[in-house]
Each structure stands twice: as C-alpha cells, then as structure tokens.
C-alpha cells in the first residue's frame, strides 16, 4: 500500500522556521519526482515546491522562493520541506505529493497543517 | 487569482450531466500541455481524477470524463450522483512560469 505520511506541521509565531517531513512507504521513492502543494483554510491548492528523484531539478512557487527549502533522502525514503520567514500567508495544510510522468500527482499524503500566528 | 480559470460552483440534479471548464491561456492549455483533475471532499487529500486530459486512473468511474479544446478543458459528470459533491481543480503547465504546475482555483459541485 502506498503511504504518504507528513508530520511536523505545528503552530508557529511569524518570522519562526519550521520543518515539515513526509515518509514514503509501499513504493520505490528514488524513482519518483516530489511535489509539496498546501492549502490556506477555505481556499484552494496552490503548488509550492518539486524535486526531482535526483534532487537536480527543483523548482518553487514565487511565493515562498527564497524561504521555503525542498530536500530529499533516497536512503530513508524521505521528503523535507524546510519553511523560513513564515508568515500568515503560509498558514496551510501541506501535503506531500508523488508527482508521475513528470506532469501529475497521482498520490497525496494526508497533509499537515501549519498555522503562523502571533 | 489563478492563471486557470474555474467557476467557484456549479450545481446539477441527481442523472444530470454537468461539466465544470478551465480555462487557460496559450502559454498553458493553449500550448498544448495536458490537463489533469482532481477531486476534494471536505476535509480530506485531493484525488486524481483525470490525467493527460481524458485518462482516468483505475478505479475512476467512467462517467467522469476530460476534454481539451484550444486554451480550456472541461470535466464532464454524467448520471450525477450525490457522492459527487465535491470540489474540483484543474491542473496543467505553464511555460511563461518558472513551476512545476498550475492549479485552477477549484470549482464546488452541489448537487442538488
């Protein structure tokens, strides 16, 4: 069975970081290019951050360019998203997303909510 | 604002067919890059709907189906039923963006 299991997610003052992990399991990870993708309560999803199975290849939204940090560890079938900066704009469920054929998501975790909030 | 466009709802009649559009621009769906759906209930992950524009993953009922015209794509619900009820998004490329995808804003099917 595929899992996507994020954790990390918490409630955080503005300017703080934060890091979200998500744990892959019943799949060969290293095979698979990675999406983080949120959702600010009561709004749509908005893509955030992808990673390639090598981590060569990783691109983000402009709205957390230059905070946000995707990274990825092969060996431990793992996903991070180390957040900066944070401010109530990232308010959100995250979820961690198996990207397929380089074009879709054809698996969501369950998702992790951060709050930032004084 | 997103840069695919999605009415924030529709609604049908149970056995009704309804369709939900997204409408993109020529530097997205114009371009000629698929177009994926995805389905959301209420507090729960998202789901595959639809990919490449008209694939549903195993599992998908055919009576949900995806098209692609010049710079919009549609889903289609045929025979509407109440367990449809949810929220919809489309998603595709755009080459005018530095991103791996774009989402439509999402669209809330009520059925009626």
């Known amino acids: 069975e595929i899992q996507l299991v994020e954790s990390g997610g918490g409630l955080v003052q503005p300017g703080e970081s934060l890091r979200l992990s998500c744990a892959a399991s019943g799949f060969t990870f290293s095979s698979y290019s990675m999406n983080w993708v949120r959702q600010a309560p009561g709004k749509g999803l908005e893509w955030i951050s992808y990673i390639s199975t090598n981590s060569y290849t990783i691109y983000y939204a402009d709205s957390v360019r230059g905070r946000f940090t995707i990274s990825r560890d092969n060996a431990k079938n793992s996903l991070s998203l180390l957040m900066s900066s944070l401010t109530d704009e990232d308010t959100a469920i995250y979820y961690c997303a198996r990207v397929s054929d380089s074009t879709h998501i054809d698996f969501w975790g369950q998702g992790t909510l951060v709050a930032v909030s004084s | 604002q997103s840069v695919l466009t999605q009415p924030p709802s529709v609604s049908g009649a149970p056995g009704q067919t309804i369709t939900i559009p997204c409408t993109g621009s020529?530097?997205?769906?114009?371009?000629?890059?698929?177009v994926q759906w995805y389905q959301q209930f209420p507090g729960t992950a998202p789901k595959l709907l639809i990919y490449d524009n008209n694939n549903r993953p195993s599992g998908v009922p055919d009576r949900f189906s995806g098209s692609k015209s010049g710079t919009s794509a549609s889903l289609a619900i045929t025979g509407l039923q109440a367990e449809d009820e949810a929220d919809y998004y489309c998603q595709t490329y755009d080459n005018s963006l530095s991103a791996w995808g774009i989402f439509g804003g999402g669209t809330k099917l009520t059925v009626l």
């Open positions: 020529g530097s997205n769906i114009g371009a000629g890059y698929d």
